[in-house]
């Protein structure tokens, strides 16, 4: 799904910088992921060969102060838009 000037989608990717999964030049990009055949706009990490993403669980946050995540399973797959 990707053109000869985007980079290839990872296995596992994040949002957040300091995640050793983060790939900076993916971003460069408008990304979009579905979740089952339904897009999803709130995805902070995903697997594809696990077949989960990460969303944020409300407004609750951890002692370090970023939001507490949820798993969601089923088929992951990333896109350019």
Known sequence: MSDNNKPAFP???SVD???KFHVAEIFQHDVGILLNGKE????EEYCISEGWILVPAGK???RRGMPMMIKV????EPFYR
Do not use: M, N, Q
């Open 11 to 13: 296995d596992r990717l």
């Open 17 to 19: 910088p300091r995640s």
């Open 40 to 43: 999803r706009r709130d995805v």
């Open 60 to 62: 609750a946050l951890d």
């Open 73 to 76: 399973k089923g088929t992951v």
